[in-house]
Nanobody, 127 residues
Framework: QVQLVESGGGLVQAGGSLSLSCAAS????????MGWFRQTPGKEREFVAG????????YYTDSVKGRFTISRDNAKNTVLLQMNSLKPEDMAVYYC????????????????????WGQGAQVTVSS
């Protein structure tokens, strides 16, 4: 079992930066590919960024490339999402997620491949 807790959300002006952190419990974190997703009211949850279980591969949705950076520290059981040059359209609830399978990258964008989810962190961007 993996439990995920996000922190670091908040309010920021457009053009500003925020860092989200996801703390994971359990001994299998270092073997799981991780992802960040976001959701706004009335819309489906969308993929933002993913990082392979060994940290060697990252993947981003086009709208955040060059602005967001995902990283992980397997020794600390954490995954981070550094968000720079934030735009009003980035405003959403951000969710950390862990792949259901061990040592499996699969399709990083596929939410149905993630079996563990955090409770979400609100990111508000004012224009």
């Amino acid at each position: 079992q993996v439990q995920l807790v996000e922190s670091g959300g908040g309010l920021v002006q457009a053009g500003g930066s925020l860092s989200l952190s996801c703390a994971a419990s359990g001994r299998t974190f270092s073997s799981r590919t991780m992802g960040w997703f976001r959701q706004t009211p009335g819309k489906e949850r969308e993929f933002v960024a993913g990082i392979s279980w060994n940290g060697g591969r990252t993947y981003y949705t086009d709208s955040v490339k060059g602005r967001f950076t995902i990283s992980r520290d397997n020794a600390k059981n954490t995954v981070l999402l550094q968000m720079n040059s934030l735009k009003p359209e980035d405003m959403a609830v951000y969710y950390c997620a862990a792949k259901r399978a061990i040592a499996y990258n699969g399709n990083m964008e596929a939410s149905n491949e993630y079996g563990y989810w955090g409770q979400g962190a609100q990111v508000t961007v004012s224009s």
